[in-house]
């Protein structure tokens, strides 16, 4: 893996001083759930900071990233070009931080809408971008960080319907995926 401490100045650099605050945030909760769930919590530690990494490049940029490397966007990433920022993310970890663990990838780029039948790695960079101590505002915030330390996958299925329940309330356009990852951990769960 490289080099930790250049991820964390170069991350400092590339995002505003909140969201920098946030990403330290998820990479800290996301290696205790590791060493918790006995995975390597390095790993996680390196997923957490990174996870965010395309999260302060505009619109535009994203974009450009996109076509200029072959990167597929869908329909719904067309029209909710923020959504793009954990595609892009992914890619600018393989590519600017060396990153070649396809679990850290997949870590990155899942982060957002989450997949049906996630790794421990992945479950656990979506978590703790839910629960990290600096997130306010969403839904059952305390019972959700007690769970996320007692089942990855309880915690997991009720991000994914608190996610569902909040995008239909504000009307935002549902990703496919959040719905198949929803349904997947329902079906699984029971
Ligand atoms: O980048 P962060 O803010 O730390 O967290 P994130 O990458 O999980 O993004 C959270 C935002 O993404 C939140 O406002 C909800 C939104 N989101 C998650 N799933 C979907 C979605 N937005 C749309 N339109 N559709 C989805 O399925
Ligand atoms: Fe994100
Ligand atoms: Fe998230
Ligand atoms: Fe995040």
Do not use: W
Not at 103 to 128: V, W
Not at 134 to 146: C, E, M, Q, S, T
Not at 163 to 181: A, E, F, H, Q
């Amino acid at each position: 893996l490289t080099d930790t401490r250049k991820i964390m100045k170069k991350m400092e650099k590339a995002l505003d001083a909140k969201r920098y605050e946030h990403t330290l945030g998820v990479a800290y909760t996301a290696s205790s759930l590791a060493m918790s769930n006995g995975i390597n919590f390095e790993k996680a530690f390196v997923a957490g900071l990174l996870h965010d990494c395309a999260k302060c490049i505009s619109n535009e940029k994203k974009l450009e990233i996109c076509n200029k490397h072959n990167i597929e966007i869908s329909e719904i990433e067309r029209k909710n070009l923020c959504l793009l920022h954990a595609k892009v993310g992914s890619y600018i970890a393989a590519k600017q931080f060396c990153i070649s663990d396809r679990d850290i990838l997949n870590a990155i780029l899942f982060h957002t809408t989450g997949r049906p039948g996630m790794s421990q790695l992945e479950k656990i960079i979506y978590i703790a971008d839910y629960i990290e101590p600096g997130r306010k505002h969403a839904p059952n915030l305390p019972k959700v960080r007690k769970l996320a330390f007692q089942d990855l996958d309880e915690a997991l299925l009720k991000i994914l319907e608190d996610t569902l329940g909040y995008l239909g309330s504000v009307g935002g356009t549902i990703d496919p995926m959040t719905k198949r990852t929803y349904d997947y951990y329902e079906a699984y769960m029971r």
